[in-house]
T-cell receptor, first 115, second 115 residues
Framework: AQSVTQLGSHVSVSEGALVLLRCNYS??????LFWYVQYPNQGLQLLLK??????LVKGINGFEAEFKKSETSFHLTKPSAHMSDAAEYFC?????????????FGTGTRLLVSP | DTAVSQTPKYLVTQMGNDKSIKCEQN?????MYWYKQDSKKFLKIMFS???????INETVPNRFSPKSPDKAHLNLHINSLELGDSAVYFC??????????????FGPGTRLTVT
């Protein structure tokens, strides 16, 4: 069964600094990988996803992530943090292929951005 | 227009009561889900329906009973509420059944507090 590990329940950065949120996955078959963001008191919103093809994926709000099969990782980055990026970020995995596949979420990383 | 809506947004009730949460999506999606997010922000799937048919039931107590009257609606009824049921419940929807590559669209959540 697939699983996701997010290192660091909290990450603090200064405004303008690089954002790096770590995600490692476990899957017995080629995975589909997702990053979702949850702003306070809201539902989750998709930032980006990797299914097949190019391993560097660009998403909304300047975020991107790189699928590294050899490292079983899918880390999320943004070159310059904004105050509005403060939120909870969830990495998620589902198994590729046909048929229904459920989405398994990591435990989330809270991003704190200071002025 | 709200893509995935839930009612109510907040629900405070006493142990032993029965309550329902309603969800509607106007995206034309075939698949809908219920997730539970606990106090530590951990998000776990509870149920999934495809074209009104139950396809996932994740070891949820049978006090929880989902119902899908049509593709656009998925309701959650909870009997004999317990303190441990306190959480935020999210409804979500996605297009199609095949594979796990589809983005899930989340509702704003229903915060259930059992006293």
């Amino acid at each position: 069964a697939q699983s996701v590990t997010q290192l660091g329940s909290h990450v603090s950065v200064s405004e303008g600094a690089l954002v790096l949120l770590r995600c490692n996955y476990s899957s017995s078959v080629p995975p589909y990988l997702f990053w979702y963001v949850q702003y306070p008191n809201q539902g989750l919103q998709l930032l980006l996803k990797y299914t097949t093809g190019a391993t560097l994926v660009k998403g909304i709000n300047g975020f991107e992530a790189e699928f590294k099969k050899s490292e079983t990782s899918f880390h999320l980055t943004k070159p310059s943090a904004h105050m509005s990026d403060a939120a909870e970020y969830f990495c998620a995995v589902s198994e590729g292929g046909t048929g229904f596949q459920k989405l398994v979420f990591g435990t989330g990383t809270r991003l704190l951005v200071s002025p | 227009d709200t893509a995935v809506s839930q009612t109510p947004k907040y629900l405070v009730t006493q142990m032993g009561n029965d309550k329902s949460i309603k969800c509607e999506q106007n995206l034309g999606h075939d698949t809908m889900y219920w997730y539970k997010q606990d106090s530590k922000k951990f998000l776990k799937i509870m149920f999934s329906y495809n074209n009104k048919e139950l396809i996932i039931n994740e070891t949820v107590p049978n006090r929880f009973s989902p119902k899908s009257p049509d593709k656009a609606h998925l309701n959650l009824h909870i009997n004999s509420l317990e303190l441990g049921d306190s959480a935020v419940y999210f409804c979500a929807s996605s297009q199609g059944l095949t594979g796990g590559a589809y983005e899930q669209y989340f509702g704003p959540g229903t915060r259930l507090t059992v006293t």
